[in-house]
């Protein structure tokens, strides 16, 4: 029997219909098998830039500086199946299991998956990382019968500075998610991904990346504990309709208002579309002012949470600016509160969120453009999943306008977990997970 009564049909970045008639649980992160392994990947994932390790090696670049005289010459790159294979007989647990090595760029990247069983017998996602760098650092010492002394280097080139820092700084291991120590709360460490990394992962499409960024924070609700009882339902429609596209609704506005359309044209198109769907409905008049009224204000804030999303790809997509997110955020709920008389994107939240978003992304304060931003940063962890998804959509239609561009942070999440169909195509994948 359905939880909910209603359902929602999947439309994808092209408007295309993916999946009708779909029960509002089917999308939860809990229930929906796609989404479940996106979590799954993403926690047991690990990047491995053999490349960087030969070229940090022969220069003595390593961790954050250059140890001069420790330079190594090894070929790498060329003992790539040698040292690949090692790396897989080390991390599997038994022939057979779900251990995956997948290479990139002629073997200069691979993609590591650690089998399940490593992490069930661990209290943290740390295994995943910490097995792939142990791993390539014996794999290599092994290969070129590297002694005592020098071992370090290839340690230091791997692991980059940690345990001498909190993290692994300059390291050539990468995760998607962050060390649990940078987690900021219970439940955060889905959130805290940093906006450039989700942009690059998804090709900068800013639908696909909506929609993966959208899956990460709406299931770092679920593991917060944002997301029981009646609550949940609240989360699972903002998700359905900023993030996977229900009912086309994003598509729509956008197609309605991106050639000559504005913050402002989008919150009438908006509200159109609401009385349109009965989701609001007129109500007292207060001289000049219509009120509006709703019996249902979790949809209507997914509505909003929808409309947020389509006025930031809006406004950013014109300028082809990702600076303007912030005060979009702010402005197309303070017009919409205005128009309608009903509380904007998540009751004031993303209002509360883009205020201070604005002064630490670029005004007398920002050192850091959006896109450095994530979801667990104390400016932007406010809203409930409803910002940082915008954020990774305004980020992919930037023209190079920031500071720090996706290019230059985020480059090796595109050239390995970008070429992953899991993580590139989010709104088919969790279609098809129905």
Known sequence: MAKYKETIDLYDDAGKLLKSGVPLEKISPVSNPAIRKIIDLTKRTVAVNLGGIQEGLKSGKVAKGYVLGREMNLDI??????????????????????????????????????????????????AAITAVAAATTFSIVEQFDIGAFDAPMVKTAVWGSYPHTMDLTGANVTSILSIPQNNEGLGYALRNIPVNHIVMMTGRNAMQGAALSSTFEQAGMFEMGNAIGPFERAQLLAYAYQGLNANNLVYDLVKANGATGTIGTVVQSLVERAIEDKVITPGKKG??????????????????????????????????????????????????E???????????????????????SHSIYGGGGPGIFNGNHVVTRHAAGVAIPCVVAAAALDAGTQMFSPESTSKIYADTYGKVDVFNKPLQQIAQGV
């Not at 019996?295 to 790809?313: H, I």
Request: net charge negative; hydrophobic share 40%.
């Open 77 to 126: 790159v060329g003992n790539k199946d040698a040292i690949i294979g090692k790396i897989k007989e080390m991390v599997q647990v038994e022939d057979g299991d779900d251990t995956n090595i997948r290479e990139f760029s002629g073997g200069k990247l691979i993609l590591v998956e650690v089998p399940s069983a490593r992490l069930q017998a661990a209290s943290t996602y740390d």
């Open 287 to 336: 001289g000049y002012f219509q009120f509006y009224d709703t019996k249902d204000p979790m949809l209507w804030n997914a509505y909003a949470a929808a409309g947020t999303m389509a006025a930031t790809m809006v406004n950013c997509g014109a300028g082809r600016f990702a600076q303007a997110v912030s005060s979009t955020l702010l402005y197309f709920n303070d017009l919409l």
């Open 338 to 360: 205005h128009e309608t008389g009903l509380p904007g994107c998540d009751y004031g939240r993303v209002m509360g969120t883009a205020v201070g978003f604005s002064f630490f």
